[in-house]
C-alpha cells in the first residue's frame, strides 16, 4: 500500500505521533497524582498500574510516525 493511499483511507490521521503523546503523558502524570494523594486508598492502589499503561503506551506512540 503506497503512502498516497494510506494518507487517503484516514490511517494515519489517526496514528499520529504528537496527540498520542499528549495522552500518554497525560496518563503518566495523574498516575503520578494518584501516587502522591493522602485522600484515597484507591487512587493509590491504581496509581502503579496508570503510571505503568502510560510509560507502555508512550514507548508504542514513539514508534508511529510524525
Known amino acids: ?7 487517503k483511507s484516514g490511517v ?5 505521533r504528537g496527540p498520542w503523546e499528549a495522552v500518554t503523558m497525560t496518563l503518566i502524570g495523574g498516575g503520578i497524582i ?3 494523594q ?7 492502589s491504581y496509581s502503579f498500574v496508570t503510571i505503568l499503561a502510560g510509560t507502555v503506551g508512550y514507548v508504542i506512540v514513539s514508534h508511529f510516525p510524525e
Not at 500500500?1 to 494518507?7: G, P, Q
Not at 493522602?38 to 493509590?44: H, I, K
Open 38 to 44: 493522602p485522600l484515597s486508598m484507591d487512587l493509590y
Open 34 to 36: 494518584m501516587l502522591v
Open 12 to 16: 494515519s490521521r489517526w496514528f499520529r
Open 1 to 7: 500500500m503506497s503512502d498516497s493511499a494510506v494518507a
